[in-house]
């Protein structure tokens, strides 16, 4: 572990602002709400933040992005891969977020062999924070994910006047090459830890009321309850944003685009969510999830069942964007976590 005082810490981000070839982005007050964005100055930086709108996501897959395009040359279509950007530092992601960005390298990498997520993937550098302080709808406590060991370059610990860095792989450890840094003394190796094992958990007032390793065995068994699901949706709006802003939702559409008058176009693909009414539109004007109260099972299901029995992973890492941002106030996993369990306990009485 090695330790940085802040205004190098600072001066360390201006200089990669202004030299180094990838984009520098980072948590920043907009003042409405924390944001991942373009930095500017290092000072821009707002590394006590609760939560931010959307996750780091956000720059590994984005909204919007071009895969292939095409072209007619003498008489002949080619077709050619959209080069992928030069990747990005990202400065001040909190631990759930890294485990996110790892679940995601497992469906995108290791399973589906995207090229467009990785090359983002492995151009980008990671800069950690542990938590200072947690949105009022987050529970990540709970979901083990408030703290993590890996995914990261680099991990920050805010020690006052200084930061400890825990330092994750070869690329972060070059990153620091140009720093001021010194080895981090026995009390300040235990002081990270006190953080890590007390501080942060008591930062959540939201808890799971049982281990999340029994989440897919309840999701099962409540899979046709749909007096649940069904009362539970009622007032959903299937706007998706729930979606939208889950940093380990991963599904999209693909769009082919013609330039009109020409001969040429791209492939583009989206984000897409499953609550939105159309996402499981087939052929034939058949949609297999017509109800809202079956696709609001479903997003929950996914996250707590099908994931975890595809990949191994819970893909809840209890952020708390989902129900902060729902306007319906009905998107609230940890909730409806509970309320399962509690019928769950109720019937085996």
């Known amino acids: ?25 980072g948590v920043q007050d907009d003042g409405e709400k924390y944001v991942f964005d373009d930095l500017e100055s290092a000072g821009d930086l707002a590394l ?38 030069d990747g990005t530092v990202i400065v001040g992601i909190h631990p759930y977020d890294l485990v996110a960005i790892e679940q995601l390298d497992k469906i995108f990498i290791d399973t589906l062999r995207d090229e467009p997520y990785r090359k983002k993937r492995e151009n980008s550098l990671l800069i950690g924070v542990n938590m200072q302080d947690a949105s009022e709808t987050a529970f990540a406590a709970s979901m083990g994910t408030a703290t993590t060991d890996s995914g990261y370059d680099l991990m920050l610990t805010d020690l006052g ?17 140009s720093a001021d840094v010194r080895k981090a003394t026995a ?21 799971l009321e049982f281990s999340p390793a029994l989440l ?10 749909m007096a649940f699901w069904e009362d539970y949706s009622e007032k959903c709006l299937s706007c998706g944003t729930c979606n939208m802003v889950c940093p380990t939702c991963y599904c999209f559409s693909v769009d082919m685009i013609r330039d009109l008058g020409t001969n040429s176009g791209r492939e583009s693909r989206r984000w897409d969510g499953c609550l939105l009414e159309d996402f499981a539109s087939v052929a034939g004007d058949e949609n297999f999830r017509e109800e809202v109260a079956e696709r609001h099972r479903h997003r929950f299901m996914r996250k707590g069942w099908y994931i975890y029995e595809r990949y191994g992973d819970i893909a809840c890492i209890g952020c708390g964007r989902c129900t902060s941002e729902c306007v319906a106030d009905v998107a609230d996993p940890c909730d409806v976590y509970n309320k399962l369990y509690q019928e769950a306990q109720a019937h085996a009485q």
């Open 48 to 85: 006590e933040y609760d939560v931010t709108m959307l996750s780091p996501k956000k720059y590994l897959m984005p909204q919007r992005e071009t895969i292939l395009e095409y072209r007619d040359a003498n008489g002949e279509f080619e077709w050619r891969a959209k080069a992928a950007p």
């Open 1 to 25: 572990m090695k330790v940085i005082d802040k205004p190098e810490f600072e001066a360390l981000i201006d200089e990669k602002i202004s030299s180094d070839r990838r984009d520098v982005v």
């Open 216 to 225: 897919p065995t309840i999701l099962e068994e409540n899979y046709d309850n």
């Open 161 to 177: 006047d200084k930061y400890a860095v825990n330092i994750g792989t070869l690329e972060g450890k070059e990153f620091l090459n």
């Open 187 to 207: 009390g300040e190796v235990q002081e990270v830890e006190r953080i890590e094992q007390e501080v942060v958990p008591d930062l959540f007032e939201r808890e």
